[in-house]
């Protein structure tokens, strides 16, 4: 984790702690009282007993505050350790967005205040050089959405250890919503992983000996599910290194070398035509606004006519269509997101037929959740892996990302399409089988 040197305040109003200044320069973003109670370095507390603590442990957190408002410098000063909360961070996240709910407002800062902001950190020393952005904040290079700057940002999120992921992900490696059709406690992320992947298979009609391509296939999850229990032959491609190699041990140890082969390669460059199936499990966020004609029209291409394409998209409306300032710098930049809706006018623009929509944002807050539960439990391992700076990057991210489906504020869905023939005929059942 980056440590800083707690410099000494300057002379302030001796009848009002460093707390007290700030949590009054705050509370008129929430229309009254603060959700949380504050805690500066100085030791000195502001607000309700009960609520949980946040702790400014050194005025380098202002300094960040200063240069980027919001929720970017609050990433940064938490990921540092320059801010630090007390307990359960999702319940104090929580607390914040019911409050701005309840009292209907938008916690952002007023000019007014930056102004004031401005003048308090300069009486608490808190003025200097913008800080250097943490370690674990992505550092890209070239154009967007160019072959080589997609390589980066796949390897920024993905490459980071197979390792890490083993620890956090089911046996499954399922990188993605998992689908829950039990509520006994017995039952687990990797049983709902285990569902949505037969799901999957049985909504694209998969038999013994079809063809499928599956775009962006993380750590395998689907490609030796389909391959394993379906009979399928599977083409899997991944911008990551370390997937791939993933991957292909596992394939080597199921002896599945005849059903599966893994390239690293981007879908762009995938020649081969004629697939019964195509599947893209939450890789079509990674796309890009402008490529995503380029991305539906090379699925259309590469079906053959009766083929179906199963898509599996977060999506988004509002504001952020990348996710927000915390996760366009530090997990997934260059993301775009847009309502499911937008996405099937796509996906049809490119000759496709959509014929199902299958909405599953529920299960995601509970996917989620699952990791989070396992985060936690292997806190310490997670730091000795990857540092606690990496630590408490995926803190940030699984309390956002559970708050954010939880709170209707981002959804998934799977969206089942086929290529017509020349006729017309689609080949799918009058009656759902799946």
Request: charged share 25%; aromatic share 8%.
């Amino acid at each position: 984790m980056t440590t800083t040197q707690t410099r000494p305040a300057a002379q302030v109003d001796g009848s009002r702690s460093i707390a007290r200044r700030l949590g009054e320069l705050v509370e008129p973003m929430f229309g009254g009282e603060l959700p949380l109670r504050l805690r500066t370095w100085d030791g000195a507390e502001h607000g309700p007993a009960d609520a949980p603590v946040i702790t400014i442990t050194s005025p380098d957190a202002l300094r960040r505050l200063l240069f980027h408002p919001g929720e970017l410098g609050l990433a940064q000063a938490y990921v540092t350790g320059e801010i630090d909360v007390e307990g359960d961070v999702l319940d104090g996240f929580r607390r914040v967005w019911r409050t701005a709910r309840e009292r209907s407002v938008t916690p952002r800062p007023t000019p007014a205040l930056l102004l004031q902001a401005v003048r308090t950190a300069r009486e608490l020393g808190a003025i200097g050089r913008p800080p250097m952005p943490p370690a674990s904040q992505a550092r890209l290079r070239g154009r967007l959405h160019t072959l080589g700057r997609d390589r980066q940002v796949i390897a920024h999120h993905y490459d980071l250890s197979n390792d890490f992921y083993a620890l956090i992900l089911d046996p499954h490696m399922a990188y993605s919503c998992g689908y829950w059709t039990s509520d006994d406690p017995s039952y687990t992320v990797q049983d709902a992983q285990r569902d949505k992947l037969d799901l999957v298979c049985r909504k694209l009609g998969l038999r013994e000996g079809m063809r499928m391509l599956d775009i962006g296939c993380g750590w395998g999850s689907l490609t030796l599910y389909a391959a394993e229990h379906f009979g399928a032959h599977v083409l899997a491609v991944t911008l990551s290194a370390e997937q791939r190699a993933f991957v292909q041990a596992r394939v080597d140890e199921r002896g599945l070398g005849d059903r599966v082969e893994v390239r690293l390669q981007d879908y762009r460059e995938v020649p081969e035509t004629g697939f019964d199936a195509v599947t893209s499990i939450e890789m079509g966020e990674h796309v890009g606004k402008e490529n995503y004609p380029v991305f539906t029209g090379l699925i259309h291409s590469r079906l053959k006519p009766g083929g179906r394409v199963l898509v599996q998209q977060m999506s988004r409306k509002g504001h952020h269509p990348g996710g927000g300032p915390f996760i366009e710098a530090f997990i997934a930049p260059d993301m775009w997101m847009r309502p499911v809706g937008e996405t099937v006018d796509l996906i049809e623009q490119a000759g496709l037929e959509v014929r199902d929509v299958h909405v599953l944002r529920e299960h995601y807050v509970r996917t989620i959740h699952a990791w989070y539960a396992t985060l936690e439990q292997r806190w310490d391992e997670v730091v000795a892996m990857v540092g606690e700076e990496v630590a408490r990057v995926w803190r940030l991210y699984m309390v956002g990302s559970a708050l954010s489906f939880e709170e209707n504020r981002m959804g998934v869905d799977q969206i089942l399409a086929v290529r017509p023939g020349a006729d017309g005929v689609s080949g799918m059942p009058p009656v759902r089988t799946w």
